[in-house]
Structure formats: structure tokens, C-alpha cells
């Protein structure tokens, strides 16, 4: 069974920086596992902000950065907007199968 | 940017089947992704990624609800269907349906309760 292993939460200050991680219980987190994050407000679906690895969609905003770090994959937003407070999941790639995240709950205060 | 809609039943009985369908509007199923996946939340809980398929038909699913799971796709009515078999409580959850490009349904919630 495959474990994909996020921060339970995480606290930062308006117009800080921040990086969430995601690790695998298979080892190292590479490109090909292709890394997606996506952001869930309270009482709304998620939404989408980066996939493989570190590219973002028309909507993501500029302040919201993927990359590898480490040995897992990393969710970086700079500049803390209070809006950011959130759930974020990451979601791996495993042989025909993805596996979510636990989630890091994000609090901007 | 295409909409996502999931609909289907809000109540099924245990050991019954789950049957919801995403429709895609704004766009075409074959042309706006090359594959719609299905994934579901139970209140308070994460994100569990069920399975997806393809615009070809071939399908992946999640190895733990593999035995129970079917998904498919009907392009001419731009419809992505999830079929999930003997159903129990632990199956209650807001389903979502989403695309390769970034897009998702608002979800559908789904109870299990006789």
C-alpha cells in the first residue's frame, strides 16, 4: 500500500513564504511520478494549481511554485495572500494509479 | 476552460450500486482532455482518487476499489459515467469528476443508508 505523506498543517504570516511537501513511501519523489498540487477551500471543490511537478495552469496564480526538493515534491507560494488559508493536496503517479495526499491545512495568520 | 457537472442519485441502498455521470458542456469530452477521472471525499476526510479513463476507453482504477469499480465514456452525449458495485457506508463521500487539464465538477454527494 502506497503512502503518499503531506505536512498535517502548517502555519504562516501574511506575505510570508511557505513550502508544503509531499513524500512517497516508495522513496524519492522524481519527475516521473508526476506531481500535481490542488487547493480546496472550505465547502468548494478542489482546484487545480500545478501539475507535473512544477507547471501551472492559466489560473494558478504567480505566487504559487512547484519543484522537487529534497527527495519529495514541493508546493512554494510567496508572498501569503490571507485568501491562500486552505487544505492543500498533492496527488502521485503509480504505475496506472494516483494516490492523494493526507492533505496540509494551511492557516495565514 | 470546460464545465464539469456530476449527477446521479443522492441516497443508495447498501449492496447496491452507485451510478453518477459527469457531463461536460462548454466543449467536447474528445477534444477537451485526454482523460476524466473520478474522485470522491468523505465529509471531513481527504481526497481518494477512484480511477479514469481515456478518450480511447481504456481505464485505470484505483487497486483497492478495482473489483468494484467501472468507468466509461460516451462521446456523443460528452458524458463520463462511474459505476461502483456492492456499496457500504464507507462509500459515502462527494464525488467528483475532473479532467487532465486542470478541471472539476462542484461533486455530487453520495449517501449510503438503507
Known amino acids: 500500500q502506497t503512502v503518499v505523506t503531506q505536512e498535517p498543517s502548517l502555519t504562516v504570516s501574511p506575505g510570508g513564504t511557505v513550502t508544503l511537501t509531499c513524500a512517497s513511501s516508495?522513496?524519492?519523489?522524481?519527475?516521473?511520478?508526476?506531481p500535481n498540487w490542488f487547493q480546496q477551500k472550505f465547502g468548494q471543490a478542489p482546484r487545480a494549481l500545478i501539475y507535473?511537478?512544477?507547471n501551472k495552469y492559466s489560473w494558478t496564480p504567480a505566487r504559487f511554485s512547484g519543484s522537487l526538493l529534497g527527495g519529495k515534491a514541493a508546493l512554494t507560494l510567496s508572498g501569503v495572500q490571507p485568501e491562500d488559508e486552505a487544505e492543500y493536496y498533492c496527488?502521485?503517479?503509480?504505475?496506472?494509479?494516483?494516490?492523494f495526499g493526507g492533505g496540509t491545512k494551511l492557516t495565514v495568520l | 476552460q470546460v464545465q464539469l457537472q456530476e449527477s446521479g442519485p443522492g441516497l443508495v441502498k447498501p449492496s447496491q450500486t452507485l451510478s453518477l455521470t459527469c457531463t461536460v458542456s462548454?466543449?467536447?469530452?474528445?477534444?477537451?482532455?485526454?482523460?476524466w477521472s473520478w474522485i470522491r471525499q468523505p465529509a471531513g476526510k481527504g481526497l481518494e482518487w477512484i480511477g479514469r479513463?481515456?478518450?480511447?476507453?481504456?481505464?485505470n482504477y484505483n487497486p483497492s476499489l478495482k473489483s468494484r469499480v467501472t468507468i466509461s465514456v460516451d462521446t456523443s452525449k460528452n458524458q463520463v459515467s462511474l459505476r461502483l458495485s456492492s456499496v457500504t457506508a464507507a462509500d459515502t463521500a462527494v464525488y467528483y469528476c475532473?479532467?487532465?487539464?486542470?478541471?472539476w465538477g462542484p461533486g455530487t454527494l453520495v449517501t449510503v443508508s438503507s
Open positions: 475532473a479532467s487532465d487539464r486542470g478541471d
Open positions: 462548454g466543449g467536447s469530452l474528445s477534444s477537451d482532455g485526454n482523460y
Open positions: 479513463i481515456y478518450n480511447s476507453g481504456s481505464t
Open positions: 516508495t522513496g524519492a519523489v522524481t519527475s516521473g511520478y508526476y
Open positions: 507535473s511537478t512544477s
Open positions: 496527488l502521485l503517479y503509480y504505475d496506472d494509479a494516483w494516490v
